[in-house]
């Protein structure tokens, strides 16, 4: 048995989205950039493709754009808000110190253009408080970003209420989405959000393809010059059997939201249950505010990297954070904004599991972690000394 459980770094592509992009591949391969048949084909393809996507985040097509994912989509859109903040001196900006790196590394760039940053603190559960955005809101504020759902712990913020409180102020609302999308249903228009990112490979969809949100009335920063693709703002040819395949993976995501959701809850509950039995474990981030399949434990004396490995042996892939920064030896700067000590963050395991798991995997999972992380704790000097009373346990 094999258990692939981090679903949050990739999602298999499902087969549908397969079959769509074979299709496009064999049948309309022309550029959508041309003007004979064969590429007026094509251009077909993207436009239908534009509109459902739009379709399923209760946006306007033209207010859709495609991208190799969601970095790319993170990076235009924070750029973009502040230059067109910055034309009528305003420079400062809001978010929170549990976003992406996408999001956090764009924003250090800014602020050595002379941009100021403000990240806002989050609380034990990973939520990030309405009232915090507002107060941190100055006459100069150009952008508020906050992600909609985190990548690590799966905390959901609240959005509506932080977009309704931008559109008051009349701030520039962006989320990055990436780990929301095809997981939560999301309306832009009633959530008042005016820029949003996303990414297909994250709701069974293909990597290397993603989409940006912006309101027609935000003026877009090109980051990729050379070709007047994408209404003039991205340019390249569009990469269209992934566009088409991410479409048909999100419409499909997006209509079994709530069955696949409750599949989702009843196996992350079995898990965080299991799970919180093993002694000297803490659950990460909020327990019912979560994605449907995240569950994030921290093992106190263990190490992370020697968990995951031994769990691989025992058929179960999982993670310990972002895939992102997944050969980093520094412990999870969103562990550590939630308030947890150096080295319980070292020992943080990441399971995100999706729909086509099963309950027996569940159990599985449930001893074989328990058993690891017993072994890990047996050869542990740390260990020793905490269950000697040498020094004192943390969780």
């Not at 007047?228 to 059997?241: C, F, K, V, Y």
Request: charge should be negative; aromatic fraction near 4%.
């Amino acid at each position: 048995m094999y258990i692939y459980a981090d679903n949050a770094a990739t999602t298999k592509t499902s087969q549908a989205a397969i079959d769509a992009m074979v299709d496009i591949m064999n049948n309309v391969y022309g550029n959508p950039s041309s003007l004979h048949t064969v590429g007026q084909k094509a251009k077909e393809a993207l436009e239908k493709a534009r509109v459902e996507v739009a379709q399923c985040l209760g946006a306007d097509f033209k207010e859709i754009y495609f991208t190799s994912g969601g970095s790319e989509a993170d990076n235009q859109a924070i750029i973009s808000a502040a230059k067109f903040g910055a034309r009528k001196n305003k420079k400062h900006i809001i978010s929170t110190k549990i976003e992406h790196h996408a999001v956090l590394h764009t924003l250090n760039k800014l602020e050595k253009e002379g941009f100021e940053v403000t990240l806002l603190d989050i609380d034990e559960s990973g939520i990030v408080k309405p009232e915090d955005v507002e107060k941190a809101i100055r006459e100069d504020t150009a952008l508020v970003t906050i992600m909609y759902a985190n990548n690590e712990i799966g905390t959901i913020q609240p959005i509506a209420e932080i977009g309704k409180i931008c559109k008051e102020k009349g701030v520039i609302f962006h989320t990055d989405a990436v780990q929301a999308a095809g997981h939560l249903h999301i309306d832009v228009n009633k959530e008042n959000i005016d820029m949003l990112s996303l990414s297909g490979h994250k709701f069974h969809g293909p990597k290397g393809v993603g989409v940006l949100f912006a309101r027609k009335n935000i003026p877009l920063v090109n980051i990729i010059e050379g070709g007047a693709q994408e209404r003039g703002r991205r340019a390249g040819t569009e990469n269209l059997p992934a566009i088409v395949g991410m479409a048909k993976a999100l419409m499909d995501a997006t209509k079994a939201i709530d069955e696949t959701a409750e599949i989702e809850i009843k196996l992350r509950n079995h898990l965080i249950e299991g799970l919180e039995k093993i002694s000297h474990s803490i659950l990460n981030g909020d327990r019912e505010k979560r994605l449907p399949g995240n569950v994030n434990f921290c093992f106190e004396g263990i190490e992370g990297e020697s968990l995951l490995l031994l769990l691989d042996a025992k058929g179960i892939a999982a993670s310990s954070g972002s895939a992102c920064t997944s050969g980093s030896l520094d412990p999870s700067h969103v562990l550590l904004a939630i308030g947890r000590p150096h080295e319980i963050a070292h020992g943080s395991l990441r399971l995100t599991i999706c729909r086509d798991n099963t309950m027996e995997e569940i159990d599985y999972m449930i001893k074989e972690i328990a058993n690891v992380v017993e072994y890990l704790r047996g050869i542990s000097p740390v260990w020793d000394e905490l269950e000697k009373g040498e020094i004192k346990h943390i969780i």
